[in-house]
């Protein structure tokens, strides 16, 4: 009984001080991101009011790019290193990391590059909670740094504290809750985000308008278009890997092939009008404020960031499937005979979900940004965007131990739990 009681104080203890070290990580991420974001915003912009110019450049920009990572990059870089480091499969997630993402997704967005800003965010984060944790003489300090300072980036960004910190916990280890690094995630999401909004960072909310009745119609049309949202985002996924395949494959040289593929990308847009460039938070203006939205917009989005990111420009996706599924959503919602910009907002949530392989990162995303009067149908959507996105992420995921790589329908059907909390050391 001694010993189970000095084990919980020693528990207790080393809780504090992760709560303590995620105050840190959370006052230096938010900072760092919240001058990163004003900066993708600043840039954004200034591309966008130039873009007839600044679309040309983009050949140029990658090629500078691919240079940047060749030369200094040494191969630990990007989202799976970061995810790797997680799992303390590799040795910490270098400090440089955070250079290249503000010279690489900064150039992308003032030169009009069809990409998002979330996984530079999150690999800011990662960077900065690895660089932390090295110093720090805990067991497994440094990877559950790493995981807090993903909350802390994603939080900063996207002002969403509360799906920041699920979004690390869940991303990293499919069927489970990274546990170990809760105390610290939790501290680092919710000070991140006030230290970045002190930065001038913040969201814009978009009124979902009345929720439905949840009548049985209301229901299966809620399935229906779940359903739909998860075959979205399982669409990207392959797209992202046949993109790279394809293009790795059919121009070995890769300054050749961003190059190429740049010139390429540069034409599409200029004829588009710049529709397609960006983050996209365009598209998903134009949505929920009445404007044209075409039945195809979230397929041309999703393959332009598809391609953009495959050939070696830096950014993100997660934006990219805000915009997409709310496009989508706002398309299917006039056709299911529900309220448009509702089924916009749940889209917007739910394709990122899909995306990345999340449950309850999307379902608080929605609640967070369109109030708690969606939480049943986010839940519902969500749910089923879950299990028809054939168990695919955009990210490198590792199952739960005991829950092998499985064939989607047998396996997750099957199961007739939800994602089992887990203990993850």
Same mark, same amino acid.
Request: charged share 10%.
């Given at each position: ?12 203890? =080393? ?18 991101? #919240? ?12 591309? @966008? ?25 040494? +191969? ?11 799992? #303390? ?5 270098? $400090? ?21 800003? =979330? +996984? ?46 699920? %979004? ?27 230290? *970045?909004?002190?930065? #001038? ?5 978009? @009124? ?18 779940? @359903?739909?949202?998860? &075959?979205?985002? %399982? ?20 300054? $050749? ?15 588009? #009008?710049?529709?397609?460039? +960006? ?5 998903? =203006? ?29 950014? +993100? ?12 959503? &706002? ?14 907002? &749940?889209?917007? *949530?739910?394709? %990122?979900? @899909? ?19 969606? $939480? ?50």
């Amino acid at each position: 009984m001694r010993k189970m009681q000095d084990n919980g104080w020693m528990s207790a203890a =080393e809780q504090l001080i992760y709560a303590a070290l995620g105050l840190l990580v959370g006052l230096a991420v938010g900072a760092v991101v #919240g001058i990163f974001g004003m900066g993708v915003e600043y840039f954004s912009a200034l591309g @966008a009011s130039h873009f007839s110019l600044y679309v040309w450049f983009m050949p140029v920009v990658g090629i500078l790019t691919v240079a940047m990572l060749k030369k200094w990059g040494k +191969g630990n870089i990007g989202m799976a290193a970061a995810f790797r480091a997680s799992r #303390g499969e590799t040795k910490g997630f270098p $400090l440089r990391n955070v250079v290249f993402q503000f010279a690489g997704t900064w150039s992308a967005h003032l030169f009009c590059a069809s990409v998002g800003r =979330e +996984g530079a965010a999150i690999q800011i984060g990662a960077a900065l909670g690895s660089g932390i944790g090295r110093n720090i003489p805990l067991r497994g300090a440094e990877r559950i740094l790493i995981v807090s300072g993903m909350a802390a980036g994603f939080s900063a960004l996207f002002s969403t504290p509360v799906c920041a910190l699920f %979004f690390s916990l869940e991303v990293t280890i499919v069927g489970g809750l990274h546990l170990r690094a809760l105390v610290a995630s939790a501290v680092s999401s919710f000070t991140a985000w006030y230290t *970045a909004s002190l930065c #001038g960072l913040s969201h814009t909310l978009i @009124a979902a308008g009345d929720a439905p009745s949840l009548t049985l119609a209301v229901l299966a049309k809620l399935i229906v278009l779940g @359903a739909a949202f998860g &075959l979205t985002g %399982f669409a990207f996924c392959i797209i992202r890997g046949a993109a790279g395949k394809f293009f790795r494959t059919g121009i070995k040289n890769a300054y $050749l092939r961003v190059g190429l593929a740049g010139a390429m990308l540069a034409c599409l847009l200029y004829l588009s #009008g710049g529709r397609y460039s +960006g983050l996209g938070t365009n598209l998903i =203006e134009i949505a929920v404020s009445g404007g044209k939205i075409y039945s195809f917009d979230f397929i041309v989005k999703i393959l332009f960031t598809a391609v953009t990111l495959a050939v070696g420009f830096l950014g +993100g996706e997660v934006t990219t499937f805000f915009a997409a599924g709310t496009c989508l959503g &706002l398309v299917l919602g006039e056709a299911l005979g529900l309220p448009p910009v509702f089924a916009a907002c &749940l889209g917007y *949530a739910a394709v %990122f979900g @899909a995306a990345t392989n999340t449950l309850f990162a999307p379902v608080l995303l929605c609640v967070e940004l369109f109030g708690g009067a969606l $939480l049943p149908h986010a839940a519902i959507v969500c749910t089923a965007a879950y299990l028809f996105n054939f168990n695919r992420s955009v990210y490198d995921q590792r199952y739960r131990e005991g829950v092998a790589s499985r064939s989607v329908f047998r396996n997750r059907f099957r199961q007739s739990e939800l994602p089992l909390l887990h203990r993850a050391g």
